[in-house]
């Protein structure tokens, strides 16, 4: 009976240390999870910045080749969408558009196969590579979302690779690649995580919030660390002071939440009308489909002073401070250039090229207020269009505010954004990567019904 005591005692204490193992901040496994979070997450940055400084560079070998003459864009441009759209008929059909899209529809569908075949190394890598094809040949598209697509791809990736093919674990790979992302392309730390809970999820679970926020911080300061602190458009001190001025509010806000809406459902399949009319060309023939597109690319461009190429930063940051010879067209212009590059098919974002638009737009709206700050209506005009597009009104106002540096605007974007949000679900009902990525869902879904179908049973 003595030795009772001392058995309970050693029990106690086995008990106590057995916990100890199992704690959050002991264990193996959540410090392994950590560390390939954390890993992930500098990969990322320094794929955003290697991609950010490529993107840079296969544009201007693109301009050193349109400067030869008016004439070899009309070559490079309709071919290089031809052939990308050849590129991506097969296996790397994945890479095609933004890539949010992907990202979103594998955090919605735990299978592994069909995750793998969304974001897989091959396709990440892939990604940016025919992305940075599509701007050597001047299409008018982005890099931001391809970087998200890419960052998604490389935390799956390399979770798989380490063991954390859970569909849960790897749900939260894909989601803290993604937002980190956003986050590196940009360099905008609040936005990749807004990003995160409003487009990508659509919900936060509270245990994901230290992951996500961690991986946003590693990818944000390996960016910091190459390129600099810096805000992507420059500091822009613009102010709307409460009265009059505010009408730009309303204005934006309709004309960005229009066009911003049309934009989205122009670009959404579908089997009737125009767009049906449309899809059914691209059907007999996607590769000269694609071709035209790239001409009529190339003939907008000649109708703008500027052309209408590339991601159109340089375009929306000179209208933006003021100095830009872009042309009352330009906005227009961009929409429509922008509406080729996503009908042809081929990879790359649209989320530049609609800041480029908002911008353009932005600045034919200032001409009617002519006692109103022009750069503060211009802001508004990116911020408002591009809550129009994805119908994500805090990203859109997050993103406007954390790219010019600028804290004063931040009511009268977010009035904007939140105005133009409502005015884009009136044009088109459903968000555009949201709709994007339940139709790749549905494909999947029919593939799958396709193969688990008995044999001889009549196809639906």
């Known amino acids: 009976m003595s030795g009772a005591p001392d058995v309970d005692t050693a029990s106690t204490q086995t008990s106590r240390l057995e916990r100890l193992r199992r704690h959050e901040w002991l264990s193996p496994t ?6 390939l979070f954390w890993t992930g997450a500098i990969l990322v940055g320094l794929s955003a910045v290697f991609f950010a400084k490529a993107a840079d560079f296969a544009f201007e070998l693109f301009r050193g080749m349109a400067a ?7 070559i490079v441009t309709p071919t290089t969408f031809a052939l990308l759209c050849w590129l991506t008929q097969g296996a ?15 955090l919605k569908v735990e299978d592994e196969d069909f995750r793998n075949r969304l974001l897989s190394l091959k396709i990440a890598v892939g990604k940016m590579a025919l992305t940075l094809a599509a701007l050597l040949g001047g299409a008018s598209v982005g890099r931001e979302g391809p970087t998200v697509h890419v960052g998604a791809g490389l935390l799956y990736s390399l979770g798989r690779r380490f063991g954390f093919d859970d569909p849960t674990a790897a749900g939260r790979f894909i989601l803290a690649g993604s937002a980190a992302g ?3 392309a940009f360099n905008t730390p609040l936005a990749g995580v807004v990003f995160a809970i409003e487009e990508m999820s659509g919900t936060f679970e509270h245990r994901m919030s230290g992951t996500l926020l961690t991986a946003v911080i590693v990818a944000g300061v390996v960016s910091l660390g190459i390129v600099g602190n810096y805000a992507y458009f420059g500091d822009v001190s613009a102010t709307l002071p409460l009265g009059k001025a505010w009408l730009a509010v309303l204005l934006t806000g309709i004309v960005g939440g229009l066009a911003g809406g049309l934009f989205a459902r122009l670009i959404l399949p579908s089997a009737k009308g125009f767009r049906g009319f449309v899809g059914r060309l691209r059907a007999r023939g996607p590769v000269p489909f694609a071709a035209i597109c790239g001409l009529a690319l190339v003939l907008l461009s000649l109708l703008s002073a500027n052309g209408l190429y590339g991601t159109g930063y340089a375009q929306a940051r000179d209208i933006l401070q003021g100095h830009g010879d872009t042309g009352p067209l330009f906005g ?12 042809a098919g081929i990879p790359g974002g649209i989320f530049s090229p609609a800041l480029a638009v908002g911008a353009g737009l932005g600045d034919n709206i200032a001409h009617l207020l002519p006692g109103a700050d022009v750069s503060a209506v211009v802001l508004l005009g990116m911020a408002s269009y591009l809550a129009g597009v994805t119908q994500a009104p805090l990203t859109a106002a997050v993103i406007s505010l954390e790219l010019t540096a600028n804290h004063q605007m931040a009511l009268p974007i977010m009035a904007a954004c939140l105005l133009a949000r409502a005015v884009s679900a009136l044009v088109c009902r459903v968000p555009v990567y949201k709709a994007l990525a339940d139709q790749l869902v549905t494909q999947y879904d029919d593939e799958r019904a396709r193969r688990e179908a008995p044999a001889g049973a009549p196809q639906a």
Request: no cysteine; proline share 5%.
């Open 92 to 106: 790397m059909k994945a890479t095609r558009g933004s890539g949010i899209p992907q990202a979103i529809a594998a």
């Open 332 to 343: 227009v212009l961009k929409f429509l250039g922008n509406i080729a590059s996503s009908w």
């Open 68 to 74: 030869h003459g008016w004439w070899v864009p009309l």
């Open 182 to 184: 956003l986050a590196a």
């Open 30 to 35: 959540q410090w392994r999870r950590r560390i």
